[in-house]
C-alpha cells in the first residue's frame, strides 16, 4: 500500500483543485511561511479521519473549509481524496479487491463529514479502521506535527506505550476491543431491565 497522490479541493488555502503526487523515495515540500506546507499534512490526516478539531488548528471541523479572501469568495465544502496504490495487495481485508483506493472525504457547511471509498459511501470508522489495520492513519506516529518531539520527550509511558502498540500495528484491535466492551455494556443492561420483569411477573 502506497500514497501515490492528494488531492486537495477547497481545504484551507488550496481553494482551486491541487494535485499533490507523491512519487517513490522522498518528497520535499518547500516554501516561505504561510504558504500551507502544514496544510496538506493536516489534508492526510483529515482524510483519513480526523476528528479532533483541534489537530487541523481550528475551533469546528468546517473552519477547514476555503474562509475566502479579497479576491476570491468562501466555498461551501471542502474535499480531500487519498489515492493509494494497491497493486500488490497489501491493503487490509474488505478494501483489497482493486489495484487503487480512492478515500475521499467531504464537508459540507451545516452537513458535516461525508467519506467514501471507491466511490461508495461508507463510515468513518470504515476509513479509520483501514488505516488502522495498515499500522497508519491520523494519529500515526510517522506524521509528526511541529512542537510534537518536545511533547513526546515529555510524554507518560502510557503515550509512549501507544506509540508503540501503533508501531506494532495492534491499534486496530484496541478499537475493535473499546467497541466489543460498548456492546457487552449495553448487553448486560438489557439482561438486568429482563431480570426486573421477570421478577415483577413472578
Ligand atoms: P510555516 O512555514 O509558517 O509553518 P506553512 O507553509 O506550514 O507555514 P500553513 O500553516 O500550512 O503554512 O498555512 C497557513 C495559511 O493557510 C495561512 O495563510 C492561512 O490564512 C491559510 N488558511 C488556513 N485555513 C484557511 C481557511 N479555512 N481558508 C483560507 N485560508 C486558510
Known amino acids: 500500500m502506497r500514497f501515490t497522490k492528494l488531492r486537495?479541493?477547497?481545504?484551507?488555502?488550496?481553494?482551486d483543485t491541487t494535485d499533490l503526487v507523491i512519487h517513490p523515495g522522498l518528497t520535499g515540500v518547500v516554501g516561505p511561511n504561510g504558504c500551507g506546507k502544514s496544510n496538506l499534512l493536516e489534508a492526510l490526516r483529515w482524510v483519513m479521519g480526523e476528528n479532533r478539531a483541534s489537530a487541523m488548528r481550528g475551533e469546528g471541523m468546517e473552519d477547514v473549509i476555503f474562509a475566502g479572501a479579497s479576491t476570491r469568495p468562501a466555498r461551501n465544502f471542502a474535499e480531500v481524496a487519498l489515492i493509494i496504490d494497491n497493486a500488490e495487495r497489501l491493503a487490509p481485508?474488505?478494501?483489497?479487491?482493486?489495484?487503487q483506493i480512492e478515500i475521499t472525504r467531504r464537508i459540507t457547511r451545516d452537513a458535516g463529514s461525508a467519506y467514501k471509498v471507491n466511490t461508495k459511501d461508507v463510515r468513518a470508522?470504515?476509513?479509520?479502521?483501514?488505516?488502522?489495520d495498515a499500522s497508519t492513519g491520523a494519529h500515526s506516529p510517522a506524521l509528526v506535527r511541529q512542537g510534537q518531539i518536545a511533547e513526546l520527550i515529555n510524554a507518560k509511558p502510557k503515550s509512549r506505550r501507544r506509540i508503540l502498540e501503533e508501531a506494532a500495528g495492534i491499534s486496530g484491535l484496541y478499537q475493535r476491543r473499546h467497541e466489543a466492551e460498548l456492546r457487552?455494556?449495553?448487553?448486560?443492561?438489557?439482561?438486568?431491565?429482563?431480570?426486573?420483569?421477570?421478577e415483577q411477573l413472578a
Do not use: Y
Not at 470508522?125 to 488502522?132: E, I, P, Y
Open 8 to 15: 486537495l479541493n477547497g481545504f484551507k488555502s488550496f481553494v
Open 93 to 99: 481485508s474488505g478494501f483489497n479487491e482493486a489495484d
Open 125 to 132: 470508522r470504515d476509513v479509520q479502521m483501514l488505516f488502522a
Open 184 to 198: 457487552l455494556n449495553a448487553t448486560e443492561q438489557n439482561l438486568a431491565r429482563v431480570d426486573d420483569v421477570l
